[in-house]
């Protein structure tokens, strides 16, 4: 009996090792340990045994029992894992296929720009303000110190709606508003994007519409170097690290000293960029700050001017005719 | 300003300074300059040449054959086809090898058999600007004046060599509109010294001729100088002062006017002669034009004028109109022996008036717009009187006549030495503070008590009124590029966006990964466009512009959506289908019919989705843009990303909108947007295919997002999901079917979905079928079947009494 049982075993063994798949092995664990199964018929001969017997075959018959399942489960996991890859091998894609066309879309590039230029000097402690684009002639001009007579307070030259009310030709009527919300405190720093109109043809270099951003700090003993760092800081951060800037001496009504700003262009030369200077003592004056105790710097810059030099627009015609094939190359800004 | 660099050696040593070096340093000190060029155009190796013999060509009637001397002994023959060569004429000759403009190479050569070598020029052929030059020296060759030095180069004769410097100045700079004050400037910033024309008074020489002058209009011309020059010879200039006036953008016509162009670039100060003969009496009466009273001016118009213009007259007829043009009846001509030159001061309004009105623009008047100096009103005079005598021939035959009410006085500025060193933020020494103020010519003393410098501004610099002023002059001297840059002192500040540009931020860039692009457009529209879509506002009046440059671009917009589908049509015709944009801007309100105060502004956002808004890909479906649930599908993602939680959709039918696919979604009963498919009717009208858009008030939309946040617990205890399909009346709209559902289920109610709709024969007409997905689960134990039965039946229930629901 014993010897029976061990035959069993060794031929069981190499029975499961040889199982070609899954039902194939399924059928010899039937023949093996079913009901009607080999071990089970070899068992049926145990009323032969002597009593004596009985325990230690019993005994043996159930150890070999448990190494025939342990096989043939070691067996089924080799075959299901061989079935398993041969299924990923059939899963293959090209991957080289196009995607799904999902679809992103972009910010406009003036606002690109804006939002770069605001994140940097929010980063140096300003904060975004904002002021109307139906302006009066009183903040535009008058309050920035243009005289009566200046020509761009000409009905030819901006677009006014009454003799006193107009689509404000600059952003820097803000700074006076702005001065007069704070009635006299400081540290005031500010800028002001927005947009802006004057009376000029459409052509490659010139808009009626376009956008500026506007700068103001206005303290106790601000100073021009002051000025110099924070535009050069702003340059550097826009254009690169290594750009060349030139500040010259230049004239607006509101600044006074003013100076016009450039950069350097390797095939270009030297490009305006913005102007800039410290606030004019009357402007000061007219806000409600006395000139005497407190300075103040501001700044101007041309949002399209900014944009074209950064991304090489030549017409700037194309911010505004909104061309999707345009608006798309700025998708990843 | 044109600046020649010949003529600015004049008064001021340039040696060692180039043009170039002129330009780099005025550029850096507050002096943009444009450009430089020189006038040869490329000429080389044209001489000078005398004309000895002209023949005629034996092969051609028009031919000449000339024999030309171009240096001793040296003859030329060229053959010549201008009908004005002659004997004993000095002309430019283009000799073998020459180059002329456009790249021209004089080679030998045969004319009809004949040798030529060489060729004589026009001044065409030489380049020489037409505006500048005499009508008959541009026909046929051009004539050379007989001083002009056989065998010489033509370029130095006709100071082609010159370097003319374009200066392109700030309104403040208008002492630059002179050689002079050009040669200040070069003095500052070189520190050199000038060398200025010396002027002398003339007396009348015998008896004197009458002149009187009365300023009727005093505030508009308070100083009026003149003086009578007899027995002038009216002609060509000298080669120099033409050469001097071309290089400064002048075109010489004859020599007294030439002298008193020459003059107003000298000093800046414009004189105007005129024909003594046509002055009546010799008098001068300055006063304001009479409405409507015409003038004939030199280029032979009619100007009518009004009031806001300023005359000369001479009591009876006009002469001219001040500062801007002088008269026809007394212009000087060839006949002319006798003139009065005047030299005034005339005030830069009254002068810009009518420059405007008449459209007329001159050197002269553009130096009067900008205010004359009136220290340099008599010395020009002067100037051109001595000039006119040696050039013109004249004998002076009047002494300096002056009118003038009021008096000038240098201005006196005090600048604060600590003051100067607080705004720059850079310790400047005293010293150079004081050599600065020498080269600019300003006399200055420190006051070492009060550390303060005292500076005498003479009337030259008109900008220089204030402290700051000064400051400037100092620091642009002292070079910008010198100064330090710092970080900002003082108090810190945080910096920041308003919550609202936080707001408008988030949303430019959600709309943006949905696939939207923004655009920008313009502010500016047209009444019709106003009309065509609703705005929120209907009660806006339009806002017009008094004069606007095109009926496009003439009034403010109420709505952003016309530009929207303006937009959506370029694009279209440009090839492009799948278009999803949206644009954040400005609509401009008001209920004034003529604006008192300023309109409000707002803020709005406008959507626009039209062709397929996901194209289709080899194994995707595509989405089309052009339908209503897709931009509701946007709009409630960006909702979410906002934090919008309360707001509902109702159906509308405003302007331009489809009346049956078009929504306001309302907070708190407040319209917040309006949404919808574009009307077809209008979607036609600009080629669009079907078009959903949307605006959204973006005033509200801030007001209304929650910023609070709070977490909830994750749920415990699973959920029970159950399906609810109900047959109901066409007309019964789907949010008040979930509101039933909602109301009626209470609190184990989690979340009920959509998740089909149809309608069809199986259903029964008028009939649609709904069917909703209900999530139920109990916050504090897992519900049993019996417990969601219970609250199924109850939602099935009251659909049933409320909306006529049955369940399918």
Redesign the interface.
């Known amino acids: 009996m014993q010897k029976k049982l061990m035959e069993l075993k060794n031929l069981a063994e190499k029975k499961i090792q040889t199982a070609k798949d899954l039902q194939a092995l399924k059928e010899i664990r039937v023949a093996l340990l079913g009901k009607k199964g080999e071990l089970t018929s070899v068992l049926r001969g145990m009323g032969k045994l002597s009593p004596k017997e009985r325990p230690q075959i019993g005994a043996l018959a159930n150890k070999i029992r448990s190494q025939l399942e342990a096989w043939i489960e070691a067996k089924r996991e080799e075959l299901e894992e061989a079935k398993f890859v041969q299924q990923l091998a059939t899963e293959k894609i090209d991957v080289t ?12 590039p ?2 690109a720009v804006i ?1 770069e230029v ?1 994140d940097i ?8 303000a ?1 002021g ?5 002639d009183k903040f535009n001009f008058e309050m920035m110190n243009f005289l009566k ?1 200046h ?1 761009a307070r ?3 030259d901006s ?4 003799p006193e ?1 107009l ?1 404000r030709t600059h952003t820097s009527g803000v700074q006076a508003r702005e001065m007069l919300a704070k009635q006299g405190e ?2 005031l ?1 500010i800028i002001c994007p927005g ?1 802006v ?1 004057r ?1 000029d ?1 459409d052509d490659m270099t010139h808009s ?2 376009f956008m500026q951003i506007e700068g103001l ?1 206005v ?8 000025l ?3 535009l ?1 800081t702003f340059i550097h951060k826009v254009f690169g690290e290594e750009t060349e800037v ?6 607006f009504p509101f600044v ?5 700003v450039d950069i350097y262009d390797p095939q270009k030369g030297w490009l305006e960029i913005l102007g800039a200077g ?1 606030v ?2 009357r402007v000061l004056e007219k806000a409600g700050y006395n000139p005497e105790r407190y ?1 103040g710097f501001a700044f101007g810059l041309g949002v399209e001017r900014i944009a074209m030099l950064k991304y090489g627009i030549d017409d700037i015609r194309h ?7 345009f ?2 190359q700025f ?1 990843s800004v | 300003m044109l600046v020649s660099y010949e003529w600015l050696s004049q008064y001021v040593d340039l040696t060692g300074i180039s043009p170039e070096k002129i330009a780099e340093e005025f550029t850096r000190t507050g002096i943009e300059v444009e450009v430089i060029y020189t006038r040869d155009n490329g000429v080389k190796n044209v001489v000078v040449g005398e004309v000895l013999a002209v023949e005629p060509h034996p092969d051609a009637d028009r031919l000449k054959v000339c024999s030309v001397m171009v240096k001793d002994g040296e003859l030329l023959q060229i053959v010549c086809g201008a009908p004005n060569v002659a004997e004993g004429q000095q002309v430019p000759v283009a000799l073998i090898g020459a180059r002329l403009p456009g790249g021209i190479k004089i080679k030998r050569s045969k004319i009809r058999k004949v040798e030529s070598q060489g060729m004589i020029c026009s001044a065409k052929e030489l380049g020489l600007p037409e505006k500048m030059m005499m009508k008959e020296d541009m026909e046929g060759i051009l004539v050379l004046g007989k001083d002009a030095p056989v065998g010489e180069d033509v370029k130095e004769y006709l100071g082609m060599n010159d370097q003319v410097i374009e200066l392109e100045l700030t309104p403040n700079r208008s002492d630059c509109l002179s050689m002079i004050g050009v040669a200040f400037e070069v003095g500052a910033v070189f520190d050199r010294e000038l060398n200025l024309p010396d002027v002398v008074e003339q007396k009348a020489k015998g008896k004197q001729a009458p002149i009187s002058i009365r300023l009727e209009a005093e505030e508009d011309c308070p100083f009026f100088a003149g003086q009578v020059i007899h027995n002038i010879k009216v002609g060509p200039s000298p080669q120099w002062l033409k050469n001097r006036l071309i290089s400064a953008g002048i075109r010489p016509i004859n020599n007294v006017v030439d002298i008193t162009n020459y003059v107003m670039i000298e000093t800046g100060q414009p004189l105007h002669a005129y024909d003594y003969g046509h002055v009546k009496n010799g008098n001068i009466v300055v006063r304001r034009a009479k409405e409507g009273e015409e003038v004939v001016t030199l280029d032979g118009v009619t100007r009518v004028c009004d009031q806001e213009t300023l005359l000369i007259t001479d009591g009876e007829n006009p002469l001219g109109i001040a500062g801007v043009m002088g008269g026809k009846s007394s212009e000087v001509t060839n006949y002319t022996t006798s003139i009065l030159l005047e030299s005034a001061f005339f005030d830069p309004v009254i002068v810009r008036k009518a420059v405007r009105k008449l459209g007329l623009r001159s050197e002269a008047s553009h130096r009067f717009e900008r205010g004359v100096d009136p220290e340099r009103i008599i010395p020009a005079l002067t100037r051109a009187v001595q000039l006119i005598q040696q050039l013109a021939g004249g004998t002076v035959a009047s002494d300096l006549t002056v009118e003038r009410i009021g008096d000038v006085e240098d201005v006196v500025i005090r600048l604060r030495h600590e003051r100067l060193v607080r705004l720059l933020g850079v310790e400047i020494e005293k010293e150079e503070v004081l050599n600065i103020f020498k080269r600019l010519n300003l006399p200055a003393e420190l006051d070492d008590e009060h550390e303060e410098y005292i500076v005498q501004v003479p009337t030259r610099r008109q900008d220089l009124t204030i402290e700051v002023d000064l400051i400037e002059e100092i620091a642009r001297l002292y070079r910008y590029d010198r100064l330090p840059s710092s970080l900002i002192y003082g108090q810190t500040t945080r910096g920041k966006r308003t919550k609202e540009q936080e707001i408008r931020r988030k949303i430019r860039h959600t709309l943006c990964s949905l696939g939207l692009n923004e655009v920008v457009t313009y502010s500016l529209t047209t009444p019709e466009n106003n009309r065509s879509m609703a705005s929120f506002h209907p009660e806006a009046k339009p806002i017009a512009l008094s004069m606007p440059m095109s009926s496009e671009r003439s009034v403010l917009r109420t709505t952003l959506l016309p530009q929207l589908l303006e937009t959506a049509r370029y694009n279209l015709h440009h090839g492009t289908q799948d278009i999803a944009i949206f644009e954040i801007g400005s609509t401009y309100i008001t209920t004034e019919k003529k604006l008192t105060q300023l309109p409000s502004e707002h803020l709005e956002l406008g959507i626009l989705l039209t062709g397929a808004y996901q194209p289709e890909g080899w194994n995707t479906q595509a989405v089309e843009g052009g339908d209503f649930f897709v931009l509701k599908g946007i709009l409630e993602a960006l909702f979410r990303k906002l934090g919008l939680r309360q707001y509902e959709y109702k159906a509308a039918a405003p302007t331009g909108f489809h009346p049956g696919r078009t929504a306001e979604i309302l907070v708190d009963g407040k319209r917040l947007a309006l949404c919808g498919q574009l009307h077809p009717k209008l979607a036609k009208e600009y080629d669009l295919n079907p078009t959903v858009v949307c605006q959204i008030d973006l005033q509200l939309l801030c007001d209304s997002v929650e910023s609070e946040l709070m977490y909830q617990s994750l749920p415990r205890y699973p959920a029970v999901t159950r399906d609810l399909a109900v047959i109901v009346p066409q007309d019964v709209i789907s949010q008040e079917l979930e509101a039933g559902i909602k109301e009626a289920a209470g609190e184990l109610l989690e979340s009920v979905r959509l998740f089909d709709v149809f309608s069809g024969k199986q259903i029964g007409e008028g009939k649609k079928n709904l069917a909703y997905s209900l999530v139920y689960r109990a916050k504090d134990r897992t519900l049993t079947d019996d417990e969601v039965q219970a609250v199924h039946q109850r939602v099935i229930r009251s659909l049933e009494e409320k909306v006529g629901a049955k369940l399918r």
């Open positions: 296929l196009p995607g799904a066309p999902i679809t992103v879309g972009g910010v406009h003036l606002q939002e605001e000097f929010i980063g140096m402690g300003f904060e975004v904002e109307p684009e139906v302006e009066t007579d020509p000409d009905m030819q677009f006014y709606i009454t009310i689509l400081v540290p720093r947009k109109y009376r043809q009626h519409q700090a303290d106790h003993n601000v100073t021009m170097s002051e110099k760092g924070v050069l030139r500040l010259r001496p230049s004239f006074e000293p003013g100076m016009e410290m004019h003592p300075t911010f505004y005719n909104n061309d999707l094939r608006l798309r998708q």
